[in-house]
């Protein structure tokens, strides 16, 4: 995944994001797969291993971006509320069984007041 503060104008450092799979036949109940923290490019390189193999179903991948935003208004004051208006974006997805295989890659595009994402390549 890579996040890209759109406010500042450079990768998003420092942002943790977990990914979740909700866990077969609940309703609401997510298993965390894995959790990471955004590098100086706003990456996280392989949450999952290059051997996991994601099986079909609804997955969430989870940005904290209250703690990023929060740490930016340590940085830049008078750019960041004290409180974010977004604590957390989550982007749900579901896998089908033609999916399993294929690489995933979910950019997200933040900022103080909106965010957006989209399937990468």
């Known amino acids: 995944t890579h ?5 500042l104008g450079r990768p998003a450092q420092g942002l943790p994001i977990s990914l979740h799979r909700l866990m077969d036949g609940s309703v ?11 590098d100086a ?3 996280i390189g392989n949450l999952l291993t290059p051997s996991d193999c994601v099986a ?3 997955y969430q991948m989870r940005f ?3 703690a990023y935003l929060r740490a930016c208004r340590a940085a830049h ?7 974010p208006f977004y604590p957390e974006a989550v982007v749900e997805f579901t896998i089908t069984e033609d999916m399993v295989h294929q690489h995933f890659h979910i950019p997200l595009l933040l900022n103080p007041y909106g965010y957006s994402t989209y399937r990468g390549s």
């Open 41 to 43: 490019d706003g990456r």
């Open 77 to 83: 004051p008078d750019a960041f509320k004290l409180v």
């Open 56 to 58: 079909p179903g609804d």
């Open 3 to 7: 996040v890209l503060d759109t406010a």
């Open 64 to 66: 904290n971006t209250g």
């Open 28 to 38: 609401g109940v997510w298993d965390c797969l894995a959790s990471g923290v955004t």
